[in-house]
């Protein structure tokens, strides 16, 4: 019934009062999630583009601080080294799918972008996760006004694969066959171009080595001559004995740090590619006629090739010069080869203190471009440039030179450097041996078991055809 109030006028029945809305949220519409896998390679991917860092000098020490192990120390050390690999694959990506230049994206925005584009493309992780998780990262940093741009460019970004991506992206493989696999497999072109020109390969063979160069490669060993043999290491680390160096053991990659494993703390093997053992080897296997007493390591940092060339030299009572520019380096030389027949000097290989035919063997193990370990060493494809490799063969020559002043008549030189470019190894060797009147010797001679070493004398090495760093050796030998 209709009540009426007492000027007759009918009055409507009362509503319940609704409640007032709640109060605007200013901010992240959900609290950021805590990802310290994230953040932790987050974090190594600004420290190399703000400083220049080696990821795999950083990322390591940040796992130990931040305490990840396990699943989530794998997890951050794909992450990482992903992204910081394929630098230039994920930037044409994102170039596409930003409203601007990358070149105008703020750094720290273009680290977590390249951190979620590497997880939607190159990993089987969810494209929501990829997304959510990247964007929580910048919210929590840096607020959601770039959060909202990040999240939009990975969004564009997780409507195709890959595959779908380089198919418009990539130029065509007819007309530019070394430009469109430079694109697909993340290498500047002019790496690729190397590759090309010493495969002499514009096709499968070059599409195969960047293939190999692009993977994250495994972990090699070397056992130390005298102290263990490779199937007693492979034995203690659960590695696999290598195929060509019978010193050499393969553990898997993301296997864990190998600085960790008792035998290398104790010195009984270290961390070094197969390729690098078998060139050391290279130079201890050619026949002398008179002595074969003394040797010499040219450019001996950080230590590596010193401590097996020591280790075989003291087995039949000879010794070893190591010589280190950087006094640092050298510090690494006495440590790695300490309780071994090594004396270290601190000096210039072009300048040494040593008189003429010294020695009875010497290697150089030249400073490089090392495009030949870019599977390594993540960051250094975007890192090194083209003007690089004229001070580089400039340096080698004069190193190489010097060498074969320092070996006796009749003595024999390695020359060895970790990259395949031609102005880098057969440039360089060919150039010598025209000054010097020094014998090439067939180094292929040298690598017993090792396959596909090509028309010679020298060696080239190949990740895709050996397992291998890209490892160039020529030998050499002081005209009496």
């Known amino acids: 019934m209709t009540e009426r109030n007492h000027g007759g006028r009918q009055q409507r029945p009362s509503r319940p009062r609704r409640p007032h809305p709640p109060a605007r949220r200013v901010g992240p519409r959900r609290p950021p999630q805590e990802d310290p896998t994230r953040q932790v390679a987050l974090d190594v991917l600004r420290a190399v583009r703000e400083r220049d860092a080696y990821a795999n000098l950083v990322l390591p020490k940040l796992l130990r601080e931040r305490k990840l ?10 992450l990482t080294y992903g992204a910081a690999r394929a630098q230039g694959l994920l930037d044409a990506v994102l170039g596409a799918c930003a409203d601007r230049p990358l070149s105008e994206v703020d750094g720290p925005f273009l680290d977590a972008m390249r951190l979620g584009a590497y997880q939607l493309l190159r990993t089987r992780i969810p494209s929501h996760a990829a997304v959510a998780s990247t964007v929580d990262l910048v919210r929590a940093n840096h607020g959601s006004g770039p959060a909202g741009f990040v999240n939009a ?25 070394v430009g469109h696999q430079a694109l697909v497999n993340a290498h500047p072109k002019w790496i690729a171009q190397a590759f ?3 495969l002499a390969d514009k096709g499968e063979g070059l599409a195969a080595a960047l293939r190999a160069d692009d993977a994250r490669p495994a972990v090699h060993l070397a056992a130390r001559p005298g102290e263990v043999t490779s199937e007693e290491l492979a034995a203690i680390t659960g590695g696999d004995v290598a195929p060509y160096s019978p010193y050499g053991v393969h553990l898997e990659a ?6 960790d ?15 690098s053992q078998l060139c ?3 130079l201890t296997r050619v026949p002398l006629t008179g002595t074969d007493e003394r040797w010499l390591d040219l450019c001996a940092g950080p230590g590596g090739k010193a401590v097996l060339l020591a280790a075989l030299a003291g087995l039949q009572g000879g010794t070893l010069d190591a010589v280190e520019k950087a006094p640092h380096r050298a510090d690494l030389i006495r440590s790695a080869t300490q309780g071994l027949p090594v004396t270290v000097h601190v000096a210039d290989g072009r300048e040494t203190p040593f008189q003429p035919g010294t020695f009875d063997r010497v290697l150089v193990d030249a400073p490089c471009t090392g495009l030949g370990a870019l599977r390594r060493r993540p960051e250094a494809r975007w ?19 010097s060498a074969l002043e320092l070996v006796r008549p009749g003595g024999v030189v390695a020359y060895v450097v970790c990259s395949p470019h031609l102005r ?51 030998l050499l030998r002081r005209p009496n």
């Open 69 to 78: 192990s396990g699943r989530d120390a794998a997890l951050a050390t794909e």
């Open 153 to 177: 460019v990975l969004r564009k970004v997780s409507e195709r694969d890959e595959a779908a991506w380089m198919a418009e992206l990539a130029p065509e493989a007819e007309q530019d066959p």
């Open 196 to 198: 090309a020109d010493a």
């Open 254 to 259: 993301g296997a864990g740090d190998p600085g």
């Open 261 to 275: 494993l008792e035998p290398v703390r104790e010195k009984l093997a270290a961390v070094q590619d197969e390729g």
């Open 280 to 282: 050391a080897l290279a």
């Open 383 to 401: 890192r090194r440039q083209p003007s690089d490799v004229a001070d580089l063969t400039k340096l080698q020559r004069e190193l190489l030179l």
């Open 424 to 474: 880098e190894t057969v440039g360089v060797t060919s150039d010598v041996v025209r000054r010097t009147g020094a014998e090439q010797i067939d180094t292929r001679e040298y690598f017993p078991g090792v396959p596909e070493l090509g028309k010679g004398p020298a060696v080239q090495l190949w990740p895709h055809l050996h397992g291998t760093d890209a490892m160039f050796c020529a």
